[in-house]
């Protein structure tokens, strides 16, 4: 059974390599952090908008143990035994916290969830448990402008309420 469950996912992950396309790099010089590093468990990467599709490629499903750090030019997911993750500034849509992703559900915002465009255009949410949920307001605040226009975006797109 065990065999099974590994191959499965790791055809997930080959059917999923194809449509995601390649993670940005991270760059060589990132300067000073403006927040973090805030440490947590990196809970994995979803496509957007599910929060139960969860990215199978390489290790960037894998939960680890991980330090989120922003800098100027994005966000970089440190992750113990696994791949960091970059997300450059540019890619970012929004910032906002939630109950669960990637299948595990928690408290009432317990996962600061960071939505990004991967190069292909994809959209993927990637989440952070954090071991200090108090630093959630600043990094939400930090992106307001960023998620309310987000947020229009979805209203904009949503189909229009039925009047009964």
Same mark, same amino acid.
């Given at each position: 059974?065990?065999?099974?469950?590994?191959?499965?996912?790791?055809? %997930?992950? #080959?059917?999923?390599a194809?449509?995601?396309?390649? *993670?940005?790099?991270?760059?060589?010089?990132?300067?000073?952090?403006?927040?973090?590093?805030h440490?947590?468990?990196?809970?994995? +990467?979803?496509?957007?908008? +599910?929060w139960?599709? %969860?990215?199978?490629?390489?290790?960037?499903?894998? /939960?680890?143990?991980?330090?989120?750090?922003?800098? #100027?030019?994005?966000?970089?997911?440190? /992750?113990?035994?696994?791949?960091?993750?970059?997300?450059? /500034?540019? +890619?970012?849509?929004?910032?906002? &916290?939630?109950?669960?992703?990637?299948?595990?559900?928690?408290?009432?915002?317990?996962?600061?969830?960071?939505?990004?465009?991967?190069? +292909?255009?994809?959209?993927?949410?990637?989440?952070?448990?954090?071991?200090?949920? &108090?630093?959630?307001?600043?990094?939400?605040?930090?992106?307001?402008?960023?998620n309310?226009?987000? *947020?229009?975006?979805?209203?904009?797109?949503?189909?229009?309420?039925?009047?009964?």
């Amino acid at each position: 059974m065990v065999t099974l469950a590994l191959r499965g996912w790791r055809k %997930r992950g #080959d059917r999923q390599a194809d449509e995601l396309g390649a *993670f940005p790099e991270t760059p060589d010089e990132l300067g000073e952090p403006v927040r973090g590093p805030h440490t947590g468990l990196y809970v994995g +990467s979803t496509v957007a908008p +599910s929060w139960q599709n %969860r990215i199978a490629v390489g290790d960037k499903g894998d /939960r680890a143990s991980a330090e989120l750090t922003e800098y #100027d030019a994005g966000l970089l997911l440190t /992750r113990q035994g696994a791949s960091e993750i970059w997300i450059p /500034r540019e +890619s970012l849509v929004a910032v906002r &916290t939630e109950n669960g992703l990637a299948g595990k559900v928690m408290s009432r915002d317990g996962v600061l969830v960071v939505r990004w465009t991967l190069p +292909s255009g994809i959209e993927i949410d990637s989440g952070l448990r954090g071991d200090d949920k &108090t630093v959630y307001p600043d990094w939400t605040a930090a992106y307001t402008e960023l998620n309310e226009k987000a *947020f229009a975006a979805f209203d904009a797109s949503a189909p229009e309420k039925k009047e009964s």
